[in-house]
Structure formats: C-alpha cells, structure tokens
C-alpha cells in the first residue's frame, strides 16, 4: 500500500501533471486588522485591492481585535464595510483568538459566542447568514473528546467548522516585510514578497498533488492567509499567478461541497496543519509528507534571527 501511494504522490508531482481546472477559495483570517488600518491614516488598503479584484473571498473575524487601539468607532466602521462586501463571506474566528487546546470547553464556548456579537446583527443588516467557524490556529482541541464536544457545540449554533488545505506561512513573512520597510529597505521588502508569492506557489502544487494523490481526485483547494501588510501588497500577485496557472476562483460555500470536506478526519490533536494530511489515516504516510512539504530554510532563519534581536 505504503508503495502504491508514493509511486501515485511522485507521478502526480510533476507540475504539468494537471490537465483539469484547478480552483481555490481564497480566505483570509484575524479580521480587522486595526493596527494596519490606524498606521494607515484609518483606509484598509487589502480590502481595497480586495474590492478591485472581483473574486469571492472569505473572512474570519476576531471582534475582540476592535479594542487593540482607542478608535474603537472607527474600527466597528471598518468591520462593517469587511461585512457588507457582496463578495465577502463572513465567519467567526472567536473573539480573542485563544488556542482552544489550551483554554478548554467551557472558556472557549464563551469566546464563540462574544466573537459574534457585532458580526452577527452586521451580517443580518447585510442580508447575509453567519455560518461558518475557523479555529485560531485550527486548533481543534486536545483530544477527540474535546473536538467532539465543540463540534455539537457549534452544530448546535448552526456553525460550520471550516477547514483548509493550503496555506503559506504568510505570517513569518509580514514580520520580515515589516521589518525591511521599517528599516527603510525597500528592495529587501519587495524580495521577501516577491518570495512569499513563489513559495506560496509551491505550497499550491504540493496540495493539489497531494490532494489528488489522498483523495483519488483533484480537491477544491481553500488557502488561508491573514489581513496583513504583506498580503495587501502581494495577495494581488499572488493571485494574478493563480490565474495564468488557470486557477478559478470560488466561494467558499461552494469550495465546501467538494466532497472532500466530508472524508473523515484521522487526527485528534491539537497542531494546526492542513486538512489533505487529516484525512490521510496512516500516520507514518502523513509523517513523510509533511517532511515532503516545501521548505523555506533561509526565511525561517531570517525570522529566528529576528525574534532572537527582539528578545
Ligand atoms: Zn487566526
């Protein structure tokens, strides 16, 4: 068996191996960023870009991010415009994004319940349902009594909990992009974006292969990056690659009904990772393709080195 799979991962990895569309619901987590906004002069430059692009997107908000500044006003604006974008899906990401985990049933239950209270009479004034949940850190709980219990618990809320399967590492890369602007590096800012958006293009290959190597079929992918300076300068390019890769961009209503999203899940812990590696069972198989997963060395020690200067 263990045979079989590699020699179907490796012959699908091959970049040209893909004669059908491939398709991608882009979501995009820790909504509003009201740091950004503030240094901004109060515009939110991602979801102008946003709105020029003429895609589906998803959001999932943290309410409690509204108080991180004094201008709470202002930011209850800015969610409200997020909220009421045609094109925007919006989702619950709990109100302080806490590792369920770690805090346990009873804190986290309460931390999805006061994450949805502006989202929700916003979302009805929009003429939009809330719907979906994302886990911060799509941590799902500690073992799969406690995944279990909250999984009722948002059925219950008529949530759906909302998976994903590519994503990038963007928020390493925000730090270093920040860090070079800061510094008055605007050659060094552009390479690291210029290298988020290859590296995030890597990333899509893997999973598309992967995918199809997991499922038998090509998987309807979800990308989950966050509202960040980064990708409000190279979320558009990024995009744009997708594009000439001929990818279709959808929904994430319509990402879900892959049926893929309802292929059981074969892992009850807590790390974060996508969701192709939950449905693999074998744990040594999904061991290895991890280690398979595209690396970026020199990024990771650029952002070592960094946390390391800030201490
Ligand atoms: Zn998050």
Not at 99 to 107: C, H, K, P, S, T
Not at 149 to 173: C, G, N
Not at 279 to 291: C, V
Request: hydrophobic share 35%; with cysteine.
């Amino acid at each position: 068996m263990r045979r079989v799979f590699y020699s179907l991962l490796f012959a699908v990895l091959g970049p040209a191996a893909f004669a059908q569309q491939r398709s991608v619901s882009i979501t995009i987590d820790d909504v509003p960023n009201v740091r950004l906004y503030e240094a901004s002069g109060y515009s939110s430059g991602l979801l102008q870009k946003l709105d020029s692009l003429n895609l589906p997107v998803a959001i999932f908000i943290n309410e409690g991010r509204l108080k991180e500044n004094k201008a709470f006003d202002k930011n209850k604006a800015l969610l409200r415009n997020w909220v009421s974008r045609e094109y925007i899906t919006v989702g619950n990401h709990s109100y302080s994004h806490p590792n369920y985990g770690e805090v346990g049933l009873e804190a986290f239950k309460d931390e999805v319940l006061k994450g949805e209270e502006l989202t929700r009479k916003m979302a009805r004034n929009a003429g939009k349902k809330l719907e979906y949940f994302r886990f911060p850190f799509n941590a799902m709980g500690k073992d799969s009594s406690e995944q279990v219990r909250m999984q009722q618990f948002l059925t219950a809320h008529h949530y759906i909990s909302t998976p994903f399967t590519v994503e990038s590492e963007d928020w390493i890369y925000t730090q270093l992009y920040e860090k070079a602007l800061k510094e008055g590096k605007p050659d060094e800012a552009r390479a690291i974006g210029n290298r988020y958006v290859d590296r995030s293009l890597m990333h899509f290959n893997y999973f598309d292969s992967l995918a199809t190597a997991v499922t038998g079929r090509p998987v309807k992918q979800i990308y989950l990056c966050h509202d960040n300076r980064l990708n409000t300068d190279f979320l558009p390019v990024l995009i744009q690659k997708l594009k000439e890769k001929e990818y279709r961009f959808i929904s994430l209503t319509e990402a879900m009904k892959d049926p893929a999203y309802s292929l059981p899940v074969y892992y009850y812990g807590n790390a974060g990772f996508s969701w192709v590696y939950r449905w693999m069972k074998d744990t040594g198989q999904r061991r290895s393709a991890m280690r398979a997963e595209p690396g970026d060395a020199e990024t990771q020690r650029a952002f070592e080195a960094m946390t390391k200067d800030n201490k």
